[in-house]
């Protein structure tokens, strides 16, 4: 369960606030399964950062219950002057996993990532591409009660998409998940509930159809009259 209570978050520009989110209250439910939906500039990764807890709103408050996933696909987690393996370890500390389980699942992170050479590099020298995968390894490695997820399909190639969509269908059975993407038949074929994130409001919809229509309609209202 995720709350949250009269939450705002904005950036100081030049010419004033940037609005992500004005005085939003909401609650996703346990075992939802959300896709969210919003223009490019919205803010929907600060909003999942805002989830996942490694964001903080400048007002209210956001209540979690239960292990949340930190937001897959945006690979800003990682520190960049470890190397891959550093941050796969530390990943593994943080869990509290044992010393032979910590070697056992970084193996498997190398294993999943499959970035060769680079899993011992500084993650600073890799592609974007490389962080995602990396970062998607090391996710898949642990169970959380809720995944944080930001675009993620689109990441790598057709191989590792199928590998990764398989991996993340295993972890859906059991979990619920916050999903952003830009596919709309993805996100009706793994959703139930949908987030529309709007001029700085965000309003969570019983179903995945719902926001659509909604998401939709307000892109037709904001389109230039001709």
């Known amino acids: 369960m995720i709350h949250l209570e009269h939450v705002s978050k904005y950036y100081a520009t030049p ?7 004005n005085d939003v209250t909401l609650t996703i439910p346990d075992e939802a399964r959300v896709g969210v939906l919003g223009p490019n500039g919205a803010g929907k990764s600060t909003l999942m950062r805002l ?10 408050k956001i209540i979690r219950a239960g292990s949340i996933s930190w937001p897959m696909g945006l690979a800003k987690s990682m520190h960049g002057s ?10 593994c500390h943080i869990q509290g996993l044992t010393r032979d389980e910590i070697k056992t699942t970084v193996v498997g992170i190398q294993k999943f990532a499959d ?24 996710a898949m490695a642990f169970d959380f009660d809720c995944y944080i997820i930001d675009e993620l399909t689109a990441v790598g190639d057709k191989i590792f998409r199928q590998k990764s969509a398989a991996a993340f269908h295993g972890k859906r059975e059991k979990s619920s998940f916050i999903k952003v993407s830009h596919n709309i038949n993805e996100l009706k074929k793994e959703c139930n509930m949908g987030l529309v994130l709007f001029n700085a409001k965000a309003v969570l919809y019983p179903s995945i159809e719902e926001a659509i229509e909604v998401y939709e309609e307000y892109l037709n209202e904001d389109k230039p009259k001709k």
């Not at 010419?15 to 989110?21: A, E």
């Not at 989830?51 to 209210?60: I, L, R």
């Not at 470890?82 to 990943?91: D, I, Q, S, V």
């Open 51 to 60: 989830f996942a807890g490694v964001d903080a709103p400048n007002k209210g």
């Open 15 to 21: 010419s004033g606030r940037h609005w992500v989110l």
């Open 82 to 91: 470890l190397t891959g393996k550093e941050n796969a370890r530390f990943a």
């Open 115 to 138: 970035i060769g050479k680079y899993f011992n590099m500084p993650v600073r020298t890799y592609s974007s591409g490389m962080r995602a995968r990396l970062n998607f390894a090391i």
